[in-house]
Nanobody
Framework: QVQLVESGGGLVQPGGSLRLSCQAS????????ISWFRQAPGKEREFIGM????????YYEDIVKGRFTISKDNTKNTVYLHMDSLKPEDTAVYFC????????WGQGIQVTVSS
């Protein structure tokens, strides 16, 4: 059974940093790219970035480029989303998606940026 579990969310002040983890089990992790999405209250889920299966290529949407960094550790079956310079508008539930021949989603984790 494939599982993706996000962790590391919580409350952080504006300008602060947070690192989310997405740990996978039940699949050959090195064969999957990982995408990150987020969904704010009352809004559609939006794509924010991705990393390829080997962890050698990343892509970020403009809304997070320069502030967020995605990395992948295939030895730990884990992808990280490091978020710096957080803003209140980054408040959302964050999801990871494993993309291969099939895609799998994590359950999501809340990130709240507020003073």
């Amino acid at each position: 059974q494939v599982q993706l579990v996000e962790s590391g969310g919580g409350l952080v002040q504006p300008g602060g940093s947070l690192r989310l983890s997405c740990q996978a089990s039940g699949l050959i992790f090195s064969e999957y790219a990982i995408s990150w999405f987020r969904q704010a209250p009352g809004k559609e889920r939006e794509f924010i970035g991705m990393i390829n299966n080997r962890g050698t290529f990343t892509y970020y949407e403009d809304i997070v480029k320069g502030r967020f960094t995605i990395s992948k550790d295939n030895t730990k079956n884990t992808v990280y989303l490091h978020m710096d310079s957080l803003k209140p508008e980054d408040t959302a539930v964050y999801f990871c998606e494993a993309v291969g021949r099939t895609s799998y989603w994590g359950q999501g984790i809340q990130v709240t940026v507020s003073s």
